[in-house]
């Protein structure tokens, strides 16, 4: 967790106006500040992380497997308009490798690495020293930095590349009510929140543009993207029938086999 000082906007470095104080993880009293300048809203400096992280995937979170079913019918059609059949992915705060291995089934060449979970399902394909990616993902990652500038500025330079393909649920105009469920305060693992124009500005530091593909699905990239993937890329309709057209032409495009010949030479040399 990249820390920073309380109620200090991390895009502009303007002071924050304070909103309310919430219990998190039924224990803290935990100050909400807002940046009317950026659209961000986020707590203080998040303390309680380390024992939010105890379990780094949520114990409620039953949503899990269909959130990466669901990224990965989403990235095919993009991936493979803007990269074809090559291209190196990488996954960040990647979880259990859940979605790398899903994208490695169907062809993608894609990584995983997540600083507090165990990689089960893509072990031998976390990023090695000086690994370079073509496009990065961060799924269910926005909403738990505080600081997102260095994150990004982090990710770009490690991985040579400027284009992040991420989740995180936006909300609009005023601060949302206390009640909002996506605070997930018995958690405790959600810190930051962001409007349309949070991510914009987010993304014109980088020298990128920001789409917005549907209500918490976003690419910040430095390459142009051409009206048709525009169009494409945010009708989820359109989104989800190419993919599953792609899915017939790419049937034979899988690392299944690859991937076991790859594993077990590793396991032999050991």
Known sequence: MIEQNDNICPITGAKMDYVFTKKIIGKYDVKYFYSPESGILQTENP????????????????????????????????????????????????????????????????????????????????????????????FEVFEHINNPFEFLRDAFEKYNCKTLLFSTLLFEGNVPQEDWWYYSCDFGQHVTFYQKRTLALLAKKFDCSYYKLNRDFHLITDKKITWFNRLLFSNQKLLLIFAMLLRILRINNSFVNDDYIRIKERLNKK
């Open 47 to 138: 303390y309680w992380l380390v024992e939010a992280y105890q379990s780094a995937i949520a114990v409620a979170d039953t949503g899990l497997v269909n959130r990466n079913l669901l990224n990965r019918r989403r990235l095919e059609p993009i991936l493979y308009n803007l990269f074809g059949n090559s291209g190196k992915f990488l996954d960040l705060g990647g979880g259990y490798g859940l979605l790398s291995r899903m994208l490695r089934d169907i062809g993608f060449d894609s990584y995983t690495y997540d600083k507090y979970c165990e990689n089960i399902f893509a072990k031998t394909f976390e990023p090695e020293e000086g690994f370079k990616a073509d496009a990065l993902f961060a």
